[in-house]
């Protein structure tokens, strides 16, 4: 609904302009679906308009099919949400030859989630999706142990998630790269550098946080797992912190997420610099969250006089004073 401020400016919500461009790629609205909770876009399509979304990144994909771990895979918690689905996926190859062909049908940028537990893992899964087509680019998570430094988190080190984007942008010579960082960090404006030295396009911050749910009756794990990451509402002022801290130390874009669920959220993490943002616990809940976030922003902008999503973009001063 129109609100009464609209006759002012003889306009209306509609005509507030949500696209944004993230380096090359360009969407019509800042939300994207977050991965691994739109699986393939496919199995949502039937509840969502696909081409509703900013855009949508895929489930994790590896080189090799997943089977992930045992169930339960998920469990609530206070404004927040376990799980511990193991990266399950039907390996990059079906990705390609089962799921692309139909995903591409639909007009909206799609990026690639990609995963693995050394080097050369991440190149070669690049390398398989370099060969299709239909996609907008690639987001790579680093929030996985690398086999080959004693089960190290890639994207715990600097030194470590410099060199798994060096590789990963060898073998991205055609498309855009984001790179997700993980949020156990001590120090995310080092580590957004890091990335962005070695050719990252954007940034995507921040993963789920390590943690864990028991039931003391039984003494076990609410999950299949022994631990899991945490998402949801819980997170949010946690992230928006290592949004704005990431935002400050680096010029490519950073596209937040964590914890959103109403415009106002969304809205929070542009004020703090991010230049896009992604929908992953929200979805569960209501599969057509990122849907209705679209209007609401529009109407939430509207309503304090403004016309492009840009003009509130790292509004929070970078200092005191
Ligand atoms: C069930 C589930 C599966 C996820 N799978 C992936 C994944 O495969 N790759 C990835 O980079 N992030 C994955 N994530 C992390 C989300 O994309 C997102 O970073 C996180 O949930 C925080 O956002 P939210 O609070 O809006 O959910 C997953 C999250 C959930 C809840």
């Known amino acids: 609904m129109t609100s009464p401020s609209a006759a002012k400016f003889g306009r209306s919500p509609a005509d507030v302009d949500l696209s944004v461009a993230i380096g090359a790629i360009r969407l019509r609205n800042p939300i994207l679906a977050a991965s691994g909770t739109f699986g393939y876009g496919l199995e949502f399509a039937h509840l969502v308009d696909l081409t509703s979304l900013g855009g949508f990144v895929t489930k994790g994909l590896s080189l090799e099919p997943m089977e992930g771990a045992p169930p339960p895979r998920l469990c609530e918690t206070s404004s927040g949400m376990l799980n511990a689905i193991g990266l399950q996926n039907v390996g990059v190859r079906a990705f ?52 080959k430094k004693g089960g190290l988190q890639f994207g715990g080190d600097p030194a470590m998630a410099a060199e ?108 703090v610099g991010a230049a896009a943002v992604q929908v992953g616990t929200a979805s569960f809940a209501d599969p057509q969250t990122s849907e209705r976030l679209r209007s609401e922003l529009r109407e939430a902008l509207f309503e304090s006089k403004m016309f492009t999503i840009n003009e509130l973009r790292g509004k929070f001063p970078a200092e005191i004073g």
């Open 96 to 147: 390609v030859k089962e799921k692309l062909p139909a995903l591409s049908k639909f007009d909206v940028p799609v990026l690639a989630n990609v995963f693995g537990y050394c080097l050369e893992d991440y190149s070669q899964v690049i390398r398989v999706l370099e060969d299709a087509e239909g996609l907008a680019g690639y987001e790579l998570n680093i929030s996985c142990p690398n086999v």
């Open 164 to 271: 798994v984007v060096r590789a990963a942008r060898k073998a991205a010579a055609n498309r855009p790269l984001w790179v997700k960082l993980s949020p156990l960090v001590a120090d995310i404006g080092l580590m957004a550098k890091a990335v962005e030295a070695e050719g990252a396009d954007a940034l995507t911050v921040a993963n789920t946080y390590p943690a864990m749910a028991v039931d003391y009756r039984t003494g076990r794990s609410r999950l299949g797992n022994l631990t899991g990451g945490l998402s949801g509402p819980a997170i949010k002022p946690i992230t928006l912190r290592l949004v704005w801290e990431a935002s400050k130390a680096v010029k490519i874009p950073v596209v937040g997420l964590g914890g959103i669920e109403t415009a106002a959220d969304v809205l929070d993490y542009v004020t």
